[in-house]
């Protein structure tokens, strides 16, 4: 006689736990408490393929965040002299006024 068929995960995982304590081989302790030692096997084998094929966690749902600055970058200021002229720029003139106030330096 073959013995009882292994019901579902838990009932496979509470046998091959009895069979690890028993110090059994699995055909042995099958046949002395009459479960079917196929059906243990095949519950055996479906476990250790879900603990390989375990899913990965979920991943970390990505979210965009803003950064600014805590206080405004001041721009970077130049001083441009010319002899006896100096003028006063930062990093965002325009390089076109730049040019027509430096040609306009001569002149005054």
Avoid at 57 to 63: G, K
Avoid at 96 to 104: C, D, G, N, P, T
């Amino acid at each position: 006689m073959p013995g009882r068929k292994i019901h579902d995960h838990d009932d496979a995982q509470r046998c091959l736990n009895l069979v690890q304590a028993s110090g059994l081989s699995v055909a042995d302790w099958c046949l002395a408490h009459q479960v079917d030692g196929r059906s243990l096997g095949a519950w055996a084998l479906n476990l250790r393929r879900r603990v390989r094929e375990k899913p990965s966690p979920a991943p970390i749902p990505l979210q965009l965040v803003e950064l600014t600055a805590s206080a405004p970058i001041p721009a970077q200021r130049y001083t441009v002299r010319c002899g006896a002229f100096a003028v006063d720029v930062d990093e965002h003139v325009d390089p076109e006024v730049l040019r027509r106030i430096l040609q306009a330096l001569p002149t005054c």
